[in-house]
């Protein structure tokens, strides 16, 4: 079946729909990674996105249950190049398009994904449009400039949970799937705000030692508070974060009182309670092989991001130090506050997909909680 992607600046590409049949718009951005598919489909923070794939062949490896990120995919629309429809692993449960046909994804391939993030790569990230019903270029380009973008939404009202909830999963190992901490001693508590959380962050806290609880992104530093924990961490997540005013005040209230950890928007978050301002990038990181310089260690990582909007350095006060940067760009990576046990990092150390360079950050949590303790 015929499919069209539009974009608001005019740009057509004709292709061929897979996955739902159906019209979605949403901002349209590019993904560099070669693999780990399904952990992009399912990361809340592509709420509002339309995901472009740049590796050429998606979904050899099909679909599984245990690699998800979250309850199911929450972004607007995904783009390949070519949808493998005989996948090949021991683990593969279904094939990709079955996967996005269950989940009611509306998809697009066959079309020139090169010539697509060239395009965005120049002229940025924009609204867009994928139709297998609408089939005419010019009604889904005015379509698209009408849709809304990601700057002024709050999004995280879209993916965070409804209620408080605990998990004792821990990480994945081969041959015996994710560790079960049930039962076992857990020496500190940890608070973190689902702002859209991956799930791989909360097995990784609970492998380091951390009892979580999880609680809704509008739960009140009042609340948090009441609850004791040794630590408090702010999760990734969707879009822009200058509307969500909500979290900037409750984690202002926190700062000082209990350790912080941000991740992604987390770290957008705390970078704004800290009194700094962020900006829209052209057309954002996303991908596994971002190279970050960390400060403190004077060493490289190669990370896995996935974000739209970046801290501005120069709103950040002499009260907070940038500990990380990205060498391809030179943009915030991480923050310190240097008065209050309170640190951050753009990219994602809980990787899922992409290396594992930065796992010690989950190690510096930790160290923090212990040294807030004694």
């Known amino acids: 079946m015929k499919a069209i992607l539009a974009l608001a600046d005019g740009k057509v590409f004709e292709g061929k729909a897979f996955g739902a049949i159906g019209e979605v718009s949403g901002e349209v951005v590019f ?7 399904q952990e ?29 990120e979250s309850c199911k995919p929450f972004l607007s629309g995904f783009i390949v190049k070519e949808s493998c429809p005989f996948p090949s692993n021991f683990r593969s449960e279904m094939s990709l398009d079955a996967y996005l046909k269950e989940n009611n994804v509306v998809g697009i391939e066959g079309i020139d994904t090169r010539a697509l993030v060239r395009h965005i790569r120049t002229k940025g990230a924009q609204v867009g449009i994928i139709s297998s019903v609408d089939t005419d270029p010019q009604s889904l380009i005015e379509k698209a400039k009408q849709a809304p973008g990601l700057v002024g939404r709050d999004l995280v009202k879209k993916v965070t949970c409804d209620s408080a909830y605990e998990t004792s999963e821990g990480v994945w190992t081969l041959g015996e799937g994710y560790a079960d901490a049930t039962g076992k001693e857990r020496n500190y508590k940890v608070v973190a705000y689902d702002f859209g959380i991956k799930r791989n962050i909360l097995r990784n806290l609970v492998s380091a030692g951390c009892d979580v609880t999880v609680v809704p992104a509008s739960t009140s530093a009042e609340d948090v508070l009441v609850m004791n924990p040794d630590g408090v961490f702010l999760s990734n997540g969707p879009g822009d974060p200058e509307p969500i005013k909500y979290a900037q005040e409750n984690i202002a209230k926190l700062l000082g009182k209990v350790p912080l950890f941000g991740i992604c928007l987390g770290h957008q978050l705390m970078s704004i309670a800290f009194g700094g301002k962020t900006y829209k990038l052209k057309f954002g990181h996303r991908g596994g092989n971002q190279p970050v310089l960390d400060y403190q260690r004077q060493q490289v990582e190669i990370t896995s991001q996935n974000h739209g909007f970046a801290v501005d350095s120069d709103s950040l006060g002499d009260h907070v130090e940038v500990t990380h940067i990205n060498l391809n760009d030179n943009t915030v990576e991480g923050v310190r506050h240097t008065e209050y046990p309170a640190f951050s990092v753009q990219y994602h150390p809980e990787a899922s997909p992409g290396p594992h360079d930065a796992q010690y950050l989950f190690a510096r949590f930790i160290e923090l909680m212990a040294n807030h303790k004694n």
């Open 31 to 37: 993904n560099t990674s070669m693999t780990g598919y």
């Open 40 to 68: 992009i489909l399912t990361d809340p923070s592509y709420c509002g996105e339309i995901v472009t794939m740049t590796y050429p062949q998606i979904g050899n490896y099909g679909i599984n249950k245990e690699d998800v």
